[in-house]
């Protein structure tokens, strides 16, 4: 066989190797962008405010943390929970447009001043709300 002939043949050979090899990448980042485009959905979704309503109307509530920005609430709720402590997030009803983050609620003002002693040390900042 001609050297020329040859290169030619392995060029192509080559060539085609390449080609084969882009592709792929170029389906696999097709994947990788629809798997964003997933992602970017489902915390599109996750964004909307999913209140607890039950919680309306009890007297006392022992709040946590009070943000105008939703996500900065949900922050708030993710930290506090992963600390084991149950809590909620109640909607804005009062006007002053607070999502207030709240690890107690009922109408007993001693149970939430207890409750805020026992967590003191990990939630120094908390302080009751009075409705």
């Known amino acids: 066989m001609n050297d020329k002939l040859r290169i030619i043949l392995v060029m192509s050979a080559i060539l085609v190797l390449l080609l084969i090899g882009w592709s ?3 389906r696999q980042e097709s994947l ?5 485009s997933d992602k970017v959905e489902e915390s599109t979704f996750s964004n909307e405010p999913d ?3 039950e919680d309306i109307g009890y007297s ?4 946590a ?3 105008m920005i939703w996500e900065n609430a949900e922050d ?3 930290k506090i929970t992963k600390m084991g402590i149950d809590c909620k997030i109640l909607p804005e009803t009062d006007g002053h447009g607070y999502y207030r ?3 107690f609620w009922g109408d ?6 207890q409750y805020q002693d026992i967590i003191k040390e990990d939630l120094p900042k908390t302080w009751i709300l009075e409705k």
């Open 76 to 78: 708030q709720q993710n």
């Open 24 to 26: 792929k990448k170029q």
């Open 101 to 103: 983050v709240v690890v």
């Open 32 to 36: 990788e962008n629809i798997n964003i």
């Open 51 to 53: 209140i607890q309503n």
């Open 65 to 67: 943390g009070s943000f």
């Open 60 to 63: 006392y509530y022992l709040v």
């Open 108 to 113: 007993d003002y001693q149970g939430a001043k």
